[in-house]
């Protein structure tokens, strides 16, 4: 089994900060990928930041320029620094794990944490 928890969310004026993070444990294979995701209620999960084993990130557009995804010094963790957060970023923020090819072919999701952007 493959646990992943989330932790960071909270409330935040436009304009501020959070810094999200999440811990991957359990019987791992292999971790190639970390992913950030969000939904908001009624919308499409999207994918927000993605990192993988060699350091190359990718991101949605939306949030380029001020989120950035970064690996701990324990692998099996990543950050989500969020700056410059706007009232279109609220969701629900979840890491996902991708092994590569290297576990079954199963996605493993956190439960998530709850981001709001309001004055």
């Known amino acids: 089994q493959v646990q992943l928890v989330e932790s960071g969310g909270g409330l935040v004026q436009p304009g501020g900060s959070l810094r999200l993070s999440c811990t991957a444990s359990?019987?791992?294979?292999?971790?190639?990928?970390l992913a950030w995701y969000r939904q908001a209620p009624g919308k499409q999960r999207e994918l927000v930041a993605r990192i993988i084993s060699s350091g190359n990130t990718n991101y949605g557009d939306s949030v380029k320029g001020r989120f950035t995804i970064s690996r701990g010094n324990a692998k099996n963790t990543v950050y989500l620094q969020m700056n410059n957060l706007k009232p279109e970023d609220p969701a629900v923020y979840s890491c996902?794990?991708?092994?590569?090819?290297?576990?079954?072919?199963?996605?493993?999701w956190g439960q998530g944490t709850q981001v709001n952007v309001s004055s």
């Open positions: 996902t794990l991708d092994q590569g090819g290297w576990g079954p072919d199963i996605e493993y």
């Open positions: 359990g019987s791992i294979y292999n971790i190639y990928a």
